[in-house]
Every structure is written in structure tokens, then in C-alpha cells.
T-cell receptor, first 111, second 113 residues
Framework: GQQLNQSPQSMFIQEGEDVSMNCTSSSIFNTWLWYKQEPGEGPVLLIALYKAGELTSNGRLTAQFGITRKDSFLNISASIPSDVGIYFC???????????FGPGTRLSVLP | ETGVTQTPRHLVMGMTNKKSLKCEQH?????MYWYKQSAKKPLELMFVYNFKEQTENNSVPSRFSPECPNSSHLFLHLHTLQPEDSALYLC????????????FGPGTRLTVT
């Protein structure tokens, strides 16, 4: 079935730095979603993208729907300690699959 | 209450026990989902219900039995589980099964001893 890949797998950054992560697929997606999961909690929807080339912001977060429709990017500006968590990309699968999640990028923010 | 709630938040059960997980959504959605999240693995979709009808069973073992009495409630009945079934079980809902924005509950952390 379809798979999503995320990179990097994990990252350690200093507070105040900008962060960039991406999600790729071998097949086309028509929607990209970005979620954040904190320890002991369920994923929380951050941003939804519905159109190739679309750039959408949510506070310090900005996500882009890649032109090829096979990738998406998430940027976090001026990171703060509460940005710590696992960031997942997800999208509706084709061929009857409902939803596909990437393996996640684990973000740690050092004070 | 708002959003998606799950009870219990934590559950420890023996392999011969029978227990149930409960999920309730207050968003007026018509689709509900069960996911399994194990350490270092992507979220695994288990079941999908759309307008109370099961539309997807992702080859889940029969020791997991879902029930959806109405669009707001979803249960996962557990019996004779194995230690490898220990995981975080997440419930989610969306407007319908083609509505891609899924909203998750906090999960039930299950430990099978």
C-alpha cells in the first residue's frame, strides 16, 4: 500500500531556532494534513492543505503542499519549548485506503 | 464536554480478561475510527465506521471487536489479548469517511500482562 516517509526522524534544536521537516510519498496525494502529538495525548490537527502549491500558516507554523503533489513541508519559526512533540504528516490513501500516516518527526527543543 | 473523549485513559489487563474501551465525540461527526499506536511504528488504522456502518476492517484479529451504537459513540471490546497488543489505542472522528480532517481523542494506554 501507499506509504509516507518523513525526514528527519528526529531533531534537536535550540530554543529560538527555525525548524523545517518534510514528508514524501511515491504516489500523488490530493490532501496533506499535519498533526502534532505530545506525550500521552492524541494527535492534534495543525494544518490541512488541499491544493498543490498551497502555502498555509497557523501562527508560527507554515506548511506547503508540494507542486508535484508527492511531498509537503512544515516549518516552525522561532521554536519554543512547547513545540516539543512528534509531528506527523497524513493523507487520504488511494485504492480504497482510508488514511495513511507518516512515521513522524520527533522534535526536541533545548532551552 | 467538547471534542473527542476516551475512557479509560489507562488500562492494565490480563490475557484472559475481557474489557472495553469507550470513545465519544461531541463534534456532530458521522465517521469514527480506531487506531493502534505502538512504539516506533506509524499509526495503524484498525476500523472505520461511517454513519454507524463498519466500512473498513484492516485485517484486525477477532480478539478486537468494535461496536458503534450511534454516530457519537464507539467501543472496542477486548478479549484474550496478547502482550504484543499493548499500545496506545486512539479514537478519531471526522465529518464523514471522506472528510479528511480527523480529530483524535487522548487515547487509552493499554498494557496486557
Amino acid at each position: 500500500g501507499q506509504q509516507l516517509n518523513q525526514s528527519p526522524q528526529s531533531m534537536f534544536i535550540q530554543e529560538g531556532e527555525d525548524v523545517s521537516m518534510n514528508c514524501t510519498s511515491s504516489s500523488i496525494f490530493n490532501t496533506w494534513l499535519w498533526y502534532k502529538q505530545e506525550p500521552g495525548e492524541g494527535p492534534v490537527l495543525l494544518i490541512a492543505l488541499y491544493k498543490a502549491g498551497e502555502l498555509t500558516s497557523n501562527g508560527r507554523l507554515t506548511a506547503q503542499f508540494g507542486i508535484t503533489r508527492k511531498d509537503s513541508f512544515l516549518n516552525i519559526s522561532a521554536s519554543i519549548p512547547s513545540d516539543v512533540g512528534i509531528y506527523f504528516c497524513a493523507g487520504p490513501g488511494n485504492y480504497g485506503q482510508n488514511f495513511v500516516f507518516g512515521p513522524g518527526t520527533r522534535l526536541s527543543v533545548l532551552p | 464536554e467538547t471534542g473527542v473523549t476516551q475512557t479509560p485513559r489507562h488500562l492494565v489487563m490480563g490475557m484472559t480478561n475481557k474489557k472495553s474501551l469507550k470513545c465519544e465525540q461531541h463534534l456532530g461527526h458521522n465517521a469514527m475510527y480506531w487506531y493502534k499506536q505502538s512504539a516506533k511504528k506509524p499509526l495503524e488504522l484498525m476500523f472505520v465506521y461511517n454513519f454507524k456502518e463498519q466500512t473498513e476492517n484492516n485485517s484486525v484479529p477477532s480478539r478486537f471487536s468494535p461496536e458503534c451504537p450511534n454516530s457519537s459513540h464507539l467501543f472496542l471490546h477486548l478479549h484474550t489479548l496478547q502482550p504484543e497488543d499493548s499500545a496506545l489505542y486512539l479514537c478519531a472522528s471526522s465529518q464523514d469517511a471522506s472528510g479528511y480532517e480527523q480529530y483524535f481523542g487522548p487515547g487509552t494506554r493499554l498494557t496486557v500482562t
